[in-house]
């Protein structure tokens, strides 16, 4: 029974090897006739090339009427592979030719076109007038004879090269077959706890057993995370927990809800297909417009979204009424691309209120409690009006984030469970951000965020970006550097670029500092998403690489890298005799090739006795070693120039053991 199993096991090995054999064999041959077809090719368009120099020589012997001599040459021309038949009339009467079929029936007739290459599937042939004598010349084109010839005179090549991957793979087979089939046997048994006693006598099984060894650590890792994990599904919940603190604790916050007018109707006229759709696009555009306002998702219920937006140097009841008009203009969207039959509007109603939230245990996970949640439900009931998107809120709270919208309207109003009556705010009006721009109040821009108001802020500098402008750049787009957009319109894509090549161009005209342009490409990562970095864009950064201010060109390195699916290109770049270009043209390879040449140029900065050297070189180590510990665990285990790197600093090095 033993020996079945244990045969079994290496025919599974054995058709995995043989697999690969027959595939390289294929891909192999597969290539090759490419190559021959290519070769093919290139022999019937010389042939082609001779045959018209053979024609003029041709034509000149035939101008002085030497027929003996015209014979000579195209006999010679034959021997030489430069032509296949030929064919000599003068007034219609045939006076000389040659044949493949050694007849001259096939070749002559009255030929009307003259001067022009006529080709077939299997032929070549040009016919040219001098005098009283018409001659036609040709080559056989038939693309599969010469192929096979090709193939023929390099079938022993062929077979050396499928003979030697044979051996290779024989070899590989009898070396390594008892480190395989031992680390499967472990692998396929519950107690996985023996792979730590696993030794293997080669490179390659040594390996394997490592990456084994490393990915049963993550799935312990994993799972452990997971069920930490199990019962928070927000983003809000997820906050507070990598936040390292223990719970219950408290914090200040405004506490906002969005609801959809006549959802209820909606749900029940149109099918839930219908349904899934729009509101998917909505929740999808919604969320990355909360999170752009450094909002959290705690709740969808329904068609409702409760999100609540932490007190920060921004005041988060006006980053509250800032959200809540972008998402009045992610509802119009939506509304603008239902179908002509939908039939109903796509109309939202929201409301805010700032408190003290805390952060609780409950019986199963953890979630939020504060009065913020009870006011807003109940403010949420305030607003009637259903043909437009409104907001509400506490009207003595208005001048907190007056400078962005005003009141509609306000009344009275005793909410359940409460005592005192409260006045409440309402409101459809917003400020425009251009009002700001114009009035140069630049730092009540960070309230604009949306793709509509981002556009508008880089036209306006790609018009009036300048030295005397860049400080009020600066202050404009301070938020910008904690935006990480994950998809913009065209608009928003359009205008970045023009502000960008206005900086590029500025710059070399000196209208623009290399401070303002470093910074600008910087500010590439957080609004452009990789996904929709055109070409224009990439072109304008590649033009940057070659800037002398070393910020400028490093970070156009850092853009690049991760812009570019294969950003090998920017290699060159870490032998820069500036070590910040150097180092971040490392930190951007490495991720995606890391090898004896970088790990060397790597090592050579951590042991240099220059402390600028040294500390970008402990940097990109940390960066690169923390990036392959959490990407590629089995690389991270098994790669020797890693470790090497690993060991050179001891604090990464004690707590990776």
């Known amino acids: 029974m033993s020996l079945k199993r244990k045969n079994k096991k290496k025919s599974i090995v054995v058709l ?24 093919a090719d290139s022999l019937i368009e010389g042939r082609k090339q001779a045959m018209k120099y053979v024609m003029t020589s041709a034509v000149n012997t035939l101008v002085d009427e030497n027929v003996p001599l015209f014979e000579s040459q195209m006999k010679q021309s034959r021997e030489l592979f430069l032509t296949d038949f030929y064919i000599l009339q003068k007034d219609d009467k045939l006076i000389s030719y040659h044949s493949n079929t050694g007849s001259a029936d096939t070749l002559n007739y009255k030929y009307r076109i003259f001067d022009q290459l006529i080709e077939t599937d299997t032929l070549a042939y040009k016919t040219v007038r001098v005098f009283d004598y018409a001659l036609t010349v040709g080559i056989t084109t038939n693309k599969t004879q010469v192929v096979l010839n090709v193939v023929k005179n390099d079938i022993l090549i062929i077979l050396k090269d499928i003979a030697t991957v044979t051996i290779f793979l024989s070899a590989l087979l009898y070396l390594y077959l008892k480190d395989i089939i031992s680390l499967s046997k472990v692998l396929s048994s519950n107690d ?32 452990n995370e997971n069920q930490h ?87 988060s009841q006006a980053l509250a009424i800032s959200c809540i008009r972008s ?70 709270t208005h001048k907190n984030f007056e400078f962005l919208c005003s009141v509609d309207s306000h009344k009275a109003a005793l909410f359940k469970g409460f005592k005192d009556q409260t006045e409440v705010a309402q409101t459809s009006t917003f400020t425009d951000v251009t009002y700001f721009l114009i009035t140069k109040n630049f730092k009540k821009l960070a309230y604009f965020r949306s793709d509509t108001d981002l556009s508008n ?17 600066f202050i404009t787009s301070a938020f910008m550097k904690s935006l990480s957009l994950k998809t913009i319109s065209l608009d928003l894509e359009e205008s970045f670029k023009q502000l960008l ?13 290399d401070k303002a342009l470093s910074h600008i490409i910087a500010l590439t990562n957080h609004i452009i998403p990789p996904s929709q970095a055109n070409a224009e864009i990439i072109a304008l950064l590649n033009e940057c690489l070659n800037h002398s201010d070393h910020r400028t060109c490093a970070n156009a390195i850092l853009v690049l890298g991760e812009f570019s699916k294969n950003s090998l290109f920017l290699r060159e770049f870490m032998y820069s005799s500036n070590n910040r270009v150097s180092a971040d043209a490392m930190l951007v390879t490495g991720k995606q090739k890391f090898d004896s040449e970088l790990a060397l140029k790597l090592e050579s900065y951590i042991k240099s006795k220059n402390p600028l050297l040294h500390a970008s070189g402990v940097f990109v180590a940390h960066e690169l070693i923390a990036y392959y510990e959490t990407a590629d665990p089995v690389f991270f285990e098994s790669n020797k120039d890693l470790q090497r790197i690993i060991d050179l600093i001891p604090e990464k090095r004690k707590s990776v053991a």
């Open 192 to 223: 996985r706890s023996r792979l730590k006693n696993l030794n293997s006598n080669s490179r390659e099984g040594h390996t394997l057993l490592k990456a084994s060894q490393s990915f049963q650590s993550e799935q312990t890792h994993l799972k």
């Open 327 to 396: 998402l009045f203009e992610v509802a119009e969207k939506v509304e603008k691309n239902l179908s002509a039959n939908a039939d109903h509007y796509f109309k939202i109603k929201c409301c805010f209120a700032d408190g003290k939230m805390r952060f609780v245990n409950l019986d199963t996970g953890y979630g939020l409690s504060g009065l913020s949640l009870i006011e807003t439900a109940r403010l949420l009931t305030q607003i009637e009006e259903k043909s437009k998107s409104t907001v509400c809120f506490y009207h003595d």
């Open 16 to 39: 995995i090897a043989s697999s690969f054999w027959l595939f390289y064999v294929a891909l192999t041959t597969w290539q090759y006739y490419l190559s021959a077809s290519n070769s």
């Open 501 to 513: 090549a206005a900086a590029v161009t500025r710059n070399r005209e000196n209208w623009v500092s």
């Open 457 to 473: 802020i880089f036209n306006y500098f790609a018009k009036n970006l300048s030295v005397e402008t860049e400080n009020d750049f």
């Open 229 to 315: 994990y199990a019962n928070t599904i927000t983003p809000a919940i997820l906050n507070e927990i990598k936040s390292g603190k223990e719970a219950p604790y408290s914090f200040e916050s405004t506490m906002i809800r969005v609801d959809l007018n006549g959802y209820t109707q909606i749900f029940l006229e149109k099918n839930e297909e219908y349904i899934t759709q729009v509101m998917n696009e909505y929740f999808t555009k919604a969320r990355e417009v909360i999170e752009r306002y450094d909002g959290l998702v705690y709740q969808y219920i329904g068609d409702e979204i409760v999100f609540h937006i932490k007190d920060s140097r921004y005041n």
